[in-house]
């Protein structure tokens, strides 16, 4: 089961994309759904969705208060709306403590950032970790980063980024770009900056040209 982190700026599709890989998952796993505003819509017969409480006269519930408690709830995966703040830590805990198969979305500018902004969250509430330590974390716990871009009409998947682990000698991610999107210029379609992986079977599924998401979720 591959842990998979959805990568992108405001209104380039994060959510949608989650929405599409959530509705691959097994019928027979328990996935808990943690979303400040509750924007996914899965249909399966074994899922939990919460939702955070910050805007009320109650006690304030965080995407924190509600990760922590959903690790004692026997999830087979989690599926968390956006990371931001101090969850990271929580999260990445949770990766690394047997929630193979785990979703999130993340704001950034391209895959490899997102690792780098994921690292930089999780510091943020633990500030006696090293860097190189958060990252070689992330490099066992993180097996794709999907980035999703807007254009002009449609929505893309432009890169997935495979890790293969986390290098202390070098500091650096282990990666291996598996999917680049196509680019089309003056109505030709080119490829992108990374060599196509041709394996990987395409559909169209609304305003995405998406990569096979079973490939990931099986």
């Known amino acids: 089961m591959a842990t998979i982190l959805i990568s992108g700026g405001t209104g380039t599709g994060k959510t949608t994309l989650l929405n599409i890989l ?26 939990l969705p919460v939702e955070c409480q910050t805007d009320t006269h109650r006690k304030p519930v965080t995407f924190d208060d509600l ?29 690394n403590t047997g929630h193979a198969g785990s979703l999130a979305t993340i704001h950034a500018n391209s895959a490899a950032k997102a690792l780098r902004r994921f690292a930089n969250l999780v510091l943020r509430s633990h500030s006696q970790a090293t860097f190189e330590d958060v990252e070689a974390e992330i ?6 980063v999907i980035h999703v871009e807007r254009e002009p009409g449609r ?3 432009r890169e997935v ?3 293969h682990g986390y290098d202390r000698s070098t500091q650096s991610f282990q990666t291996e770009y598996i999917y680049p999107a196509e680019r089309e210029a003056n109505g030709e379609t ?13 559909e169209r599924k609304g305003e995405f040209y998406v990569w096979d998401p079973s490939q990931a979720i099986e």
């Open 22 to 47: 959530g509705q691959s998952i097994p019928d027979h796993e328990r996935i808990v759904v943690i979303e400040d505003t509750a924007e996914l819509h899965i249909k399966k017969p074994n899922i």
């Open 67 to 95: 990760l922590k408690a959903a690790l004692r709830w026997r999830p087979d995966r989690i599926i968390l709306g956006e990371v931001r703040g101090i969850e990271a830590r929580t999260l990445l805990d949770s990766f």
């Open 139 to 144: 490099g066992e716990a993180v097996d794709l």
């Open 155 to 157: 929505r893309v998947i």
């Open 161 to 163: 980024l495979r890790l």
């Open 190 to 202: 080119e490829a992108g900056q990374y060599p196509l992986f041709t394996s990987a079977r395409r």
